[in-house]
C-alpha cells in the first residue's frame, strides 16, 4: 500500500468539510533543529508553530494550524512530510 491509498479513508472525511479552513497537523520527531527546519519548511511561514519538547528532551511534537484550500491540500501536506525521515504523524 502506497502511501496516498493510506490517506484515502482520511479524505473522504475532510472532504464532508468546508474549506477554506485552519487545519492542526501534528508530527513528532527526535529532537533535532534540521529535522524541525524540514518539517517547518513543509508549511507557509504565516503558520502558527507550537513546539513541545518532552521531559527528557528526546522527542519534539510540532504543531501547525494552517488555514487548508481543500481536502487534497492537506493529503498533500501529510505526502511532503512524510518524505523526511522519522516522522510521526498524529
Do not use: G, R, W
Not at 3 to 32: H, M, R, V
Not at 56 to 82: E, F, G, R
Request: proline residues 3%.
Amino acid at each position: 500500500m502506497n502511501l496516498e491509498e493510506k490517506y484515502t479513508n482520511l479524505k473522504a472525511l475532510l472532504d464532508k468539510e468546508k474549506y477554506p479552513k485552519p487545519f492542526l497537523f501534528k508530527f513528532i520527531i527526535l529532537t533535532d533543529k534540521d529535522k524541525e527546519i524540514a518539517v517547518k519548511s513543509c508549511f507557509d511561514s504565516k503558520s502558527d508553530f507550537k513546539l513541545n519538547k518532552s521531559k527528557s528532551n528526546k522527542y519534539t511534537t510540532i504543531n501547525i494550524l494552517q488555514s487548508m484550500p481543500s481536502s487534497q491540500s492537506i493529503i498533500d501536506k501529510y505526502l511532503l512530510v512524510a518524505k523526511i525521515e522519522n516522522v510521526i504523524h498524529l
